[in-house]
């Protein structure tokens, strides 16, 4: 089988697909207030480039593809996206990442469309805490999108809370009883030196907090994958609660980075954290055979870094995290 290995033995079998570098939120970790700097909409990849890039992928060993962006459920029509590559024969996992504002209303139909399961960033549940966090008084509205994306039966749901010192650190116990309650899983979150507001974020570190949870839970370590990406996961013994724990900066994960981010303007990030991409619009847009695109994602891989530097040089991303695709 034709699979992607980058020079250091690591195989790429997962794309993160942004759809728009656009959001409804302006969270204080990611987009600054007043950010006018989204890509034009004709640099944008259409549905049909995008499916010709993520066909190419699949043919080279990719087996899973996140939709996420800026906020996916703004790009118009993303159920018929969803649907033509959910139908690409060897993808087995389509999922999304998104801040659930506008779920309530395509949770069905992403689901319909070949959608399996969703993350959705929620950092508190307090709804003023979310408020000084999002920019917005968001709370109701992810509720409401949780709640639907249950009721379509996608499974698992994943809440993604970014824990910042003295914002909301001490919510972190309410999240664990409102996941035990609705069955989802907690992942908390290092917030990343990306750009300003990700440098200006209050930083906690989550191997004390783990410590703490692990003891007042009854939390053992999973071995066993669930989604295949960063996360480390633990368990309760009583099987009642999953917590997995995203520690970019205290203890990397880059030995077993499996992943590439396509942006919406159809540039190939390689790393999260640094600036290494391979430009597929231009070769797109040239009317570039398959085989030449496959060649050219090779060729994109080779340039993927051992590792990101966030801890050496916090300063180095410019880059927020909406325009590589979160
Ligand atoms: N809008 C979608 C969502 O909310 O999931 C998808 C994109 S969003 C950029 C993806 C994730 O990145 C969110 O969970 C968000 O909290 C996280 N994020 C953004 N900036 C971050 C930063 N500087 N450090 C850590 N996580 C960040």
Known sequence: MNTLQDRFGRSIDYLRLSVTD????????????????FEEPEYWLTFEEITRVVAAFVRLG?????????????RRNLPQLAASLAALPGLQDLSL??????LARHAESLHAAGVNRVNVSLDSLRRECVNSITGHDSLPQ?????????AAGLSPIKINMVAMKGV?????????GFCIEHGFILRLIEAMPMG?????????????????????????????????????YWRSTDGAFTLGVITPISQH????????????????????????RFALRPLLRAGISDAGLEMAIREAIELKP??????EKPGKLIRIMSMTGG
């Open 22 to 37: 656009r959001c409804d939120l302006r969270c204080s970790y990611c987009i600054p207030k007043g950010f006018k700097d």
């Open 168 to 176: 909301n650190e001490a919510d972190i116990e309410t999240m664990v």
């Open 142 to 150: 992810v509720m409401a999108g949780l709640q639907a994306a249950k």
């Open 306 to 311: 051992e590792r990101h530097e966030f801890r």
């Open 62 to 74: 990719t087996r899973r593809v996140r939709l996420t962006g800026g906020e996916p459920l703004l």
């Open 253 to 276: 994960f880059c030995a077993t980075c499996n992943r590439v981010r396509l942006s919406v303007d159809g540039t190939l990030y390689m790393c999260l954290g640094q600036e290494e």
């Open 97 to 102: 990442s998104t801040n659930a504002t506008q």
């Open 196 to 232: 300003d507001t990700g440098r200006n974020t209050s930083y906690l570190d989550l191997q004390p907090v783990l410590e703490q949870l692990r003891q007042r839970f009854d939390l053992l370590p999973q071995s066993l994958e669930l989604g295949g990406g960063p996360a480390r």
